[in-house]
């Protein structure tokens, strides 16, 4: 048996619109960092509901941990960018670090019987 983790990645989408889509981009464009509250007051959309469209924009609306809001990717956004990739693929590796620590210590239990 194999005990290499593999990544299993396919998630089930919700449904989010391309019009959703571009109704945030809209509401985003020429405004640079934009706070939740604000997007989610003016749009009458929630913000758990704001961060599945931003998560489904396909990089089009930029949001990365420790950033300001959210803001519309475009040519004035490419260092802020650079930094939310960097935030989100070290945010990335740690998670799969902490899957796998979590997967090596079930296995200790399981096969010692104490499961």
Do not use: N
């Not at 003016?42 to 930029?62: G, H, M, W």
């Not at 990335?92 to 899957?99: A, E």
């Amino acid at each position: 048996m194999d005990s290499t983790p593999e990544l299993d990645l396919p998630m089930a989408k919700p449904l989010v619109t391309p019009e959703q889509i571009e109704l945030v981009g809209d509401f985003l464009r020429g405004k640079g960092w934009v706070k939740a509250p604000v997007i989610c007051a003016a749009l009458s959309i929630s913000d758990r509901r704001l961060r599945v469209i931003v998560e489904y924009s396909d990089s089009r609306i930029l949001s990365s941990p420790g950033s300001p809001g959210y803001r519309l990717f475009d040519r004035e956004a490419l260092p802020e960018a650079d930094r939310a990739a960097d935030r989100f693929i070290s945010q990335g590796k740690r998670m799969i670090q902490h899957g796998i620590s979590i997967r090596r210590r079930f296995h200790h239990f399981h096969h010692a019987g104490r499961v």
